[in-house]
T-cell receptor, first 115, second 113 residues
Framework: GAVVSQHPSRVICKSGTSVKIECRSL??????MFWYRQFPKKSLMLMAT?????????EQGVEKDKFLINHASLTLSTLTVTSAHPEDSSFYIC???????????FGPGTRLTVL | QQPVQSPQAVILREGEDAVINCSSS?????VHWYRQKHGEAPVFLMI?????EQKGHEKISASFNEKKQQSSLYLTASQLSYSGTYFC??????????????FGQGTILTVHP
């Protein structure tokens, strides 16, 4: 149980294009999903918290107009990197929880490379 | 506030033990431990919620001190598969974090044959 999927696993795009990353909880309803960014050999940095049916809460320093998050259902959240630039290249990981102090289960991550 | 992990790196031979520490300057609501292999997502190990709590099994266990500011992860009789980066994720006390975790900088564990 508690499986979280992400799609795509790897994406390469040109500078200026937008990329959408999907995060799905496969066997449970995720009231809350989190989006993280991780640079090589670094820790996970929380970007935003996404609750089903409401606007995402972004961490300080994260541009909400650049990183669009939609949590349309209890099993799906999407992160769209708009007008991507090379500095947006990173490993993006989502996690899902059923709420409170419950365990966060992580998706397999999406490696984004912007040329 | 990011928790502080120590040590930054550990090198072991199979069968040896290791302890990884995670400290916060303020009392915490919970501590979550994860292991991440290169290029993969973090895998959940365990969560600690109560001060003075100890949990896990014989090989991998963890403790949470009474003040809920420090947690340790114990790896006993290490195996090659234990290699990876270990992260603690902490949730601040006060009930306003809504499950948000702040992760430490990670501890790189390498187990050699």
């Amino acid at each position: 149980g508690a499986v979280v999927s992400q799609h795509p696993s790897r994406v390469i795009c040109k500078s200026g294009t937008s990329v959408k990353i999907e995060c799905r909880s496969l066997d449970f309803q995720a009231t809350t999903m989190f989006w993280y960014r991780q640079f090589p050999k670094k820790s996970l940095m929380l970007m935003a918290t996404s609750n089903e049916g409401s606007k995402a809460t972004y961490e300080q320093g994260v541009e909400k107009d650049k990183f669009l998050i939609n949590h349309a259902s209890l099993t799906l959240s999407t992160l769209t990197v708009t007008s991507a630039h090379p500095e947006d290249s990173s490993f993006y990981i989502c996690s899902a929880t059923s709420g409170g102090a419950d365990t966060q289960y992580f998706g397999p991550g999406t490696r984004l490379t912007v040329l | 506030q990011q928790p502080v992990q120590s040590p930054q790196a550990v090198i072991l031979r199979e069968g040896e033990d290791a302890v990884i520490n995670c400290s916060s300057s303020k009392a915490l609501y919970s501590v979550h431990w994860y292991r991440q292999k290169h290029g993969e997502a973090p895998v959940f190990l365990m969560i600690l919620l109560k001060g003075g709590e100890q949990k896990g099994h014989e090989k991998i266990s963890a403790s949470f001190n009474e003040k809920k500011q420090q947690s340790s992860l114990y790896l006993t009789a290490s195996q090659l598969s234990y290699s990876g980066t270990y992260f603690c994720g902490t949730e601040g006390a006060g009930g306003t974090s809504y499950g948000k975790l702040t992760f430490g900088q990670g501890t790189i564990l390498t187990v050699h044959p």
